[in-house]
DNA sequence: CCGTCTTGGTAGCATGTTGCAACCAGGCCT
DNA sequence: AGGCCTGGTTGCAACATGCTACCAAGACGG
């Protein structure tokens, strides 16, 4: 087959979140439904992406449990889309991909969409890896370790 | 045009690093890269991914200034691949997309791959979402500044 | 209800991208 | 020199993406 490669199998949850998550659409659908999109329309306009493409994104996505298909909130009979307990807990991907963002791909003061504590108004603290016992570990502090997949 | 679209001038930063990255193939490659992996070669079989694949995204990766080209590190006549401090700045999102696949991918007790600390040979800690002073951060609890576009 | 607008899609097509397999050049090794 | 390893490139078939047009059901004013 020429199917695109498949990761659900791997002993890697970076490959199978990779996988689950399925392109990057997917993941900016989950940064808007994050900032309060709900509707489909309102992921339209936002992204701009082609209505078919989005309709496929957000199938898969709720057939991965990441968002779910409710009845809308305003009592019209269309549905929205809103992220399930699993969607949330990808709160600290996007933050890392948005802090990552920021320090790389932005000239010194050159505007962009920021992320804020809503009490003070203020940005967030950077995402720090840490050990069980709380030191700061850089990539070279850490090591995988190898799980052999049962035959 | 029916090019895939990007978003390198989006005022997003989540955006701009999704543009960076590419694809998810090249999201692997860090990965792997975080794991020790420098040569075409190590890529390749810890991948599976076809060579032509691997040279395109090794290529757009040293590129975008995610990895370098350098010598091989043996004295052989090879070249690696290595992190740069852009690419070294990558390690939360791996590391949250790693937390969440092993939190919503894999069974009680289902073997995978782990990232430990070094030094005491334990699992990470959980990445949190902190505001400046030190609270922890649900979605709920910040919002997205938006700024305006310049035309 | 009746016509019309909005919402949320589907269908068809051109083009781009992916993956596989075959091939190949240059390093390395004895 | 001969043969194997490394690190690719090339060609092709299948699949995915994006665009535009179309469409059905819900909302809505009269």
Redesign the pocket.
């Known amino acids: 087959?020429?199917?695109?490669?498949r990761f659900d199998d791997s002993d890697c949850p970076v490959a199978r979140s990779v996988d689950a998550i399925g392109?990057w659409?997917s993941l900016l659908i989950v940064r808007d439904a994050f900032d309060g999109s709900r509707?489909?329309?309102?992921f339209?306009r936002s992204l701009?992406?082609?209505?078919?493409?989005?309709?496929?994104r957000?199938r898969t996505l709720v057939e991965g449990g990441v968002l779910a298909s409710v009845p809308?909130s305003d009592?019209?009979?269309?549905?929205?889309y809103v992220l399930t307990p699993k969607g949330e807990a990808l709160f600290p991907v996007i933050v890392a991909l948005r802090q990552w963002g920021e320090e790389n791909f932005f000239a010194p003061g050159e505007p962009h969409s920021e992320l804020v504590d809503r009490r003070q108004g203020r940005p967030l603290r950077a995402l720090e890896v840490l050990s069980e016992d709380g030191r700061r570990l850089t990539p070279e502090d850490t090591t995988v370790h190898k799980v052999a997949r049962p035959e």
Chains 1, 2 share one sequence.
């Open positions: 087959m020429v199917t695109r490669t392109d659409w509707r489909f329309g309102e339209q701009g992406v082609a209505k078919n493409i989005l309709t496929a957000l809308a009592g019209s009979a269309y549905r929205e």
